[in-house]
C-alpha cells in the first residue's frame, strides 16, 4: 500500500515473530520486546549448541527465551535506500518501541515509487491496472475536492527533515511531533542513537547536517 512498503513507517517495517522451541525452550509467553531480523541467525547458532560469532548484529534471542524478558533491544533500527525507483532518496529511522524519529536524508526530493506514483516523475508503467497505483490515483482523485485527501497526497509527495511519531497514541503515524518543544529531549536521544548506529554501521549518510 501507499506509504507502507519502501517507507520506515510501521506499516511497512514491523512484522511479529511466532516461535516454537523443543524442551528447554518450551515457555508459553507473548513479548513486546524490541528484536530484529538480524537476531536470527545468532538465535540459530546458541540453539543449536554453536558459538556466536562476536561480530555479527544481532544478539541471540535465547536469554529471552528463557527468562521471559520484556526488554531485549533498547532500539530497533531501519532504513530505505531507493535504486531505481525515482528520484534519489534516503529514509533513516530509529524507535524505542514508544516513539520514532525518522530522518529524509533527501528531503528536498520528490518522493516517488515507480508503481505507485511513478508518472509524478514521467515513468509509464506497463501494468495499466496496478493495484497500488489505482489507490494512489484514488487519493488524487478526491484531493481535487477534499482537504484531507489533499494533505495525505502532499504528505506522501513531499517529506519534512525529520519526523516523530508517538505509536502508542499514533500507530498510523500520522501526527508528526517534531516541532513540539516538550519532545526536544526524546528528539535528542533519538537523534544520537540513529548517528551512532549509523556510524557503527559505516553508513555514509551519517552526517546531519
Not at 516454537?20 to 540453539?47: G, R
Not at 496496478?130 to 494533505?151: C, P, T
Request: hydrophobic residues 35%; charged residues 30%.
Amino acid at each position: 500500500m501507499p506509504g507502507g512498503k519502501w517507507t520506515t513507517y510501521d506499516i511497512g517495517v514491523r512484522s511479529a515473530c511466532i516461535m516454537k522451541w523443543p524442551k528447554p525452550y518450551n515457555n508459553k509467553f507473548v513479548t513486546n520486546a524490541i528484536t530484529q531480523y538480524c537476531d536470527i541467525l545468532p538465535t540459530l547458532i546458541e540453539a543449536a549448541g554453536g558459538e556466536v560469532p562476536s561480530n555479527l548484529d544481532g544478539k541471540s534471542l535465547i536469554p529471552l527465551l528463557k527468562e521471559n524478558n520484556t526488554k531485549h533491544r533498547e532500539y530497533a533500527y531501519f532504513l530505505y535506500n531507493n535504486t531505481k525507483e525515482g528520484p534519489d532518496y534516503k529514509m533513516r529511522a530509529v524507535t524505542d518501541g514508544k516513539f520514532k524519529l525518522i530522518w529524509n536524508k533527501s528531503q528536498n526530493n520528490l518522493y516517488a515509487i515507480r508503481v505507485i506514483n511513478g508518472f509524478d516523475f514521467g515513468y509509464v508503467d506497463k501494468m495499466e491496472d496496478r493495484h497500488v497505483r489505482k489507490m494512489y490515483l484514488s487519493w488524487l482523485a478526491k484531493a481535487g475536492y477534499d482537504e484531507d485527501a489533499s494533505k495525505i497526497v502532499q504528505r506522501y509527495r513531499k517529506h519534512p527533515d525529520f519526523e516523530l511519531y508517538n505509536l502508542n497514541d499514533d500507530p498510523e503515524e500520522m501526527v508528526n511531533l517534531i516541532d513540539k518543544q516538550e519532545f526536544n529531549a526524546k528528539v535528542n536521544e533519538l537523534k544520537n542513537a540513529l548517528m551512532a548506529h549509523m556510524k557503527k554501521q559505516e553508513d555514509s549518510f551519517y552526517t546531519i547536517n
